[in-house]
């Protein structure tokens, strides 16, 4: 199990457009990833999830990843999130 804490850079934070990028990017491992924002976890190959953890602009989220490719799903999404989810 591997896991980081990153800081949501989008100005709208992680509504439709990029809960949708990140959990594509998500879908692309068979490791089980998850992150926690505050007291809730959510699966981040779920868009009703993602959008569910309510998450805003400067919110920092921390990623879990946990199977055969976990290394390199955090660095995926890791990537994916400091370079704004496409926004």
Do not use: W
Request: charged share 20%; net charge negative; with cysteine.
């Amino acid at each position: 199990m591997v896991s980081q804490k990153v800081v949501i850079k989008n100005p709208t934070g992680l509504h439709l457009r990029p809960a949708g990028i990140l959990c594509k990017e998500a879908m692309q491992f068979k490791s089980l990833i998850t992150f926690t924002y505050r007291d809730n976890t959510a699966n981040a190959k779920s868009v009703l999830s993602v959008l569910g953890a309510c998450v805003k602009c400067g919110d920092e989220i921390t990623f879990v990843c946990e199977g055969e490719d976990e290394q390199d799903a955090l660095a995926t999404l890791v990537q994916a999130v400091e370079n704004g989810l496409g926004e």
